[in-house]
């Protein structure tokens, strides 16, 4: 494994596992923009299907964490 998709694995942990709100916010974002750029490397050549999969799972749960800090009376 490389040591960029390491990155945005790290970064969705750090993420998971924050607990104050505005922090837990900032690296979700960072997370996401790791992933996105994983995304974007993987559609120009490496066409890592189980690795597309678990991108799109790490945006799913970022957006609960995202969800759950930005509307917190809704869950």
């Known amino acids: 494994m490389s040591g960029r998709g390491q990155n945005w ?3 969705c942990q750090s993420a ?5 709100p505005a922090t837990q916010l900032r ?3 960072k997370a996401r ?3 996105q750029r ?3 490397e993987l559609a120009s050549g490496d066409g890592n299907v ?3 999969s678990e991108l799109e799972e790490a945006l799913r749960d970022l957006w609960v964490i ?9 869950q």
């Open 50 to 52: 189980e690795q597309r």
């Open 66 to 74: 995202e969800q759950r800090i930005q509307k917190p009376d809704i």
């Open 16 to 20: 998971r596992v924050e607990l104050d």
């Open 27 to 29: 690296s979700c974002q």
């Open 33 to 35: 923009r790791l992933i």
């Open 9 to 11: 694995r790290e970064a």
């Open 38 to 40: 994983r995304m974007v």
